[in-house]
């Protein structure tokens, strides 16, 4: 694996890491995104990007009050670290806690299967499959296998959201991950108790 590893992980530079953001936003016809390439063996940040950006250089030497407003009005918000500093959705990073908890907590087993369809209905709303079609009846493999969203949701409704937002806070969601960079937030986890909070 060292050699695998030497041979990988020079592949991955800033520049690389921007390119590849540009290209993706562009393809998907996004306004904003991220992009981090990180070791996994010791969390070692190789690549961050957040777009858009602004140019350091603007500020050496003073910027104008105007560039400055033009600056903070942009929607896109440019001054922000998307990276560290905005609260998104972890998207299909999530599926790993579902998955994890059902199977802690013995809500299913690994050979429990679970129809999958395009889309299935909770309390009156429609939560689609990225599928527009569903994978059938499938397992835990076959839903990390096809990232299947509707066998994920009916995971996380046999788990619920108290023991949901349990294993997300044991798996490190929802507290800063203590990057030596300016602006880092910590994330939310919702829980019963969350939502009697806010």
């Known amino acids: 694996f060292d050699v695998l590893e030497q ?43 957040s777009l ?38 972890p998207g299909s990073t999530y599926k790993i806690v579902t998955g994890l908890g059902a199977l802690q907590d013995r809500k299913i087993t690994p050979r429990t299967r679970l129809m999958t369809k395009a889309y299935i209905t909770v309390a009156g709303t429609k939560m689609h ?16 296998a096809h990232s299947s969203d509707t066998f994920f ?16 806070h044991t798996l490190g969601f929802g507290r800063k991950t203590g990057i030596d960079l300016p602006g880092e937030t910590g994330g939310t986890v919702p829980t019963n108790d969350w939502k009697q909070r806010v």
């Open 7 to 49: 041979q990988v992980v020079p592949l991955f530079n800033q520049r690389d890491a921007e390119k590849a953001l540009k290209w993706g936003m562009s393809a998907a016809g996004l306004k904003r995104g991220v992009f981090i390439v990180m070791n996994p063996q010791n969390g070692e940040i190789l690549a961050m990007v």
């Open 52 to 89: 858009p950006t602004y140019d350091d250089n603007d500020f050496a030497d003073g910027i104008s009050a105007s560039e400055y407003r033009k600056l903070l009005r942009d929607p896109r918000k440019p001054l922000l670290n998307l990276a560290i500093s905005e609260q998104l959705p």
């Open 129 to 144: 499959d990225w599928s527009s079609f569903g994978w059938g009846p499938i397992n835990i493999y076959g839903g990390f």
């Open 153 to 168: 949701y009916q995971v996380a409704l046999k788990l619920g959201i108290d023991r949901l937002g349990y294993w997300a």
